[in-house]
């Protein structure tokens, strides 16, 4: 994994629930000890989903149900299980319950335009490959970024997840988003919207029990991560472009911004907190605390691509 996912994993990856408000930022090392080991384990932990994925046979819409409702019956995450709870609300605190704000703003970005990735995509049924993954990021009108990671940590009190499915679609080859976050406990919910198209999403790291099929306009496929850390989604057909960097965090206070660069985080607790905005195609985050207030904050970040820096540094992974 990139040096910036890293370090916010480990710098955010630690909320849990501390009645203290986390870990500072500065403690990435300590705080992230959990996160960056599953952040680093998603190949370890998902060597075995090559193998499987290569021995394994699909399934129809109605089959994957059952057989991604085994896996997550078998490994027992979810919001209310009890590992989830130890990770999630380690010091067993009533969910909070006093003034809480809203946190609003956009994501922005300067400098060089994102260059093209080379990728070549099939002409015709993948009408929306080439505007998700045609270049290095994406970015909208007014400069907003796509696809930047938002989080809010080190506030006072436990603040619980309300949705139990993270949802993303598949349309004209190309992933909802390319940056996917979720809170431990949830499951991922991947659905086809093409009337044609069938794909085969993986989430590589995640424990499954056969290769699913995303059949077209049909029930989405589900995925458990078994623990917080860094996965990607992935298609096991031949479309190598069509992939999402997924976080799953010990907190539920993130978003991820789309087309326009907005986000919202809802449910803050009122105090001093760090906010941070990554966009790990570029493996670039910007951090700032700031003072939440009861009802509505904004904020805005703002990130600066420089082409030849980053054409200095070495990349390990390819961003998707």
Do not use: W
């Not at 067993?92 to 995509?121: E, Q």
Request: with cysteine; net charge neutral; proline share 8%.
């Amino acid at each position: 994994m990139r040096a910036a996912c890293v370090a916010l994993l480990g710098a955010l990856g630690c909320q849990g629930g501390n009645a203290s408000g986390g870990a500072t930022a500065g403690s990435a090392a300590p705080a992230g000890s959990a996160a960056p080991a599953a952040a680093g384990s998603a190949a370890q932990v998902g060597s075995a989903a090559p193998a499987a994925a290569g021995a394994a046979g699909s399934a129809s819409a109605g089959a994957a149900g059952s057989a991604q409702a085994g896996a997550g019956a078998a490994h027992e995450i979810s919001l209310t299980s009890e590992d989830v709870a130890k990770v999630m609300n380690p010091k067993r605190l009533a969910p909070y319950s006093g003034p809480t704000g809203t946190l609003r703003g956009r994501v922005t970005i300067k400098g060089d335009p994102p260059p093209d990735t080379g990728l070549s995509f099939p002409i015709g049924k993948c009408g929306e490959a080439a505007a998700t993954y045609g270049r290095l990021f994406r970015v909208g009108q007014q400069n907003g970024v796509a696809d930047a990671l938002v989080t809010v940590v080190n506030y006072s009190g436990y603040v619980p997840e309300r949705e139990e499915a993270e949802k993303v679609t598949i349309h004209g080859c190309a992933f909802s988003k390319r940056t996917v976050v979720m809170s431990y406990g949830q499951r991922l919910e991947v659905a086809n919207l093409d009337p044609l198209e069938p794909y085969m999403p993986n989430l590589e790291g995640a424990p499954f029990m056969a290769v699913l099929v995303a059949v077209p306009q049909g029930d989405p496929v589900k995925f458990y991560p078994p623990q917080p850390g860094y996965y990607h989604l992935v298609d096991k057909l031949p479309k190598p472009f069509l992939k999402a960097e997924v976080f799953v965090l010990k907190f539920a206070t993130h978003d991820v911004t789309g087309l326009d660069g907005k986000f919202e985080i809802k449910n803050i607790p009122v105090g001093k907190v760090l906010t941070a905005a990554l966009l790990p195609a570029i493996d670039q985050d910007v951090k700032r605390e700031i003072e939440i207030k009861e009802g509505d904050n904004t904020l805005d970040f703002e990130l600066n691509f420089d082409l030849k820096k980053y054409n200095e540094k070495p990349h390990t992974k390819p961003s998707p």
